[in-house]
């Protein structure tokens, strides 16, 4: 006589992921709208009815934002960080990572261990010591001490994911470019580059947003105003406006939206480009 064996719904296993992914999403999307809209809304209007529509849609708290000069000089200043912070980071990561992979020699795990021990080191911990070190290279009020500090920053991460997807790539193909007279160089630029597309979108959404969040960093390098990033200016924006809480919300929503922008083109990337560099480590 068999025992029956009692099947579970594959549904019941996951309600329970799909109600914490609920609660966790709506915990990031209430903000956001309440922030979109409020920014549509007069102060009064704003404490009187905090989460409803807006009863009349005032444009004039984004258009004012739009037409300041100093909104554009600081979205170009984060842009152009976030972007060079990027290109480095990634440019860099992606060599180590091809030699930490591909290459077999004598201390590997060990410089390995080293870069990923970055991890580890707190980055509120060594705000002095960049500080006097950006100040003996004259590289403070410079956009340089920000990008070349936070590709530091950047590199551990990023190396660990690229190196678990370059180590992912078959070894055949390897052996089939360079019977084909590819140089270790020519794999890596050729071949491998153009295959871990999803690794290095990955990596780039991740510098790209850490770079455009990024406030402690900026304050302590820059003290001019025509250099500070939008995180910076957010609060310089608060303390000029802070009994216009309908405006400063706007001037929040602007801020975001280039972020937002890039995560959204990007987003189908960044999955499947962290499971592929967890997939073989």
């Given at each position: ?43 009064s209007e704003l404490s009187g009815n905090p989460f409803g ?31 060079v912070t990027t290109v480095l980071t990634v440019a860099l ?114 510098a790209i947003v850490g770079s455009w969040n990024n406030f ?66």
């Open positions: 006589m068999s025992r029956a064996t009692k099947k579970v719904s594959p549904r019941r296993t996951t309600l329970p992921l799909h109600a914490i992914a609920l609660v966790v999403g709506a915990f990031i999307i209430v903000p956001v709208v309440y922030a979109l809209l409020g920014g549509f809304k007069d102060n529509l807006p009863g009349t849609w005032v444009t004039a708290n984004y258009t004012d934002v739009l037409a300041s000069g100093s909104f554009w000089l600081q979205l170009w200043n984060s842009t152009f960080i976030a972007v990561s992606a060599l180590a990572a091809f030699v930490f992979a591909r290459f077999a020699f004598r201390g590997r795990e060990l410089f390995f261990t080293l870069f990923t021990a970055g991890l580890m080191f707190p980055f509120a911990v060594a705000i002095l010591p960049i500080f006097v070190l950006l100040r003996t290279f004259g590289l403070l009020d410079n956009p340089l001490g920000v990008i070349l500090t936070q590709a530091a920053f950047g590199l551990p991460l990023t190396i660990i994911i690229l190196r678990g997807f370059f180590r992912s790539i078959p070894g055949e193909i390897e052996e089939a470019a360079t019977i084909d007279g590819c140089t270790p160089f020519g794999f890596f630029w050729r071949i491998l580059l153009p295959m871990a597309r999803p690794a290095i979108a990955t990596v780039s959404v991740l402690m960093l900026p304050l302590v390098v820059f003290s001019q105003e025509t250099s500070w990033t939008l995180p910076l200016g957010i609060q310089q924006f608060q303390g000029q406006y802070a009994s216009d809480t309908a405006r400063i919300l706007a001037y929040l929503i602007l801020a975001m939206v280039p972020a937002l922008g890039f995560y959204a083109i990007a987003e189908r990337h960044l999955v499947g480009g962290l499971t592929a560099g967890a997939t073989k480590g």
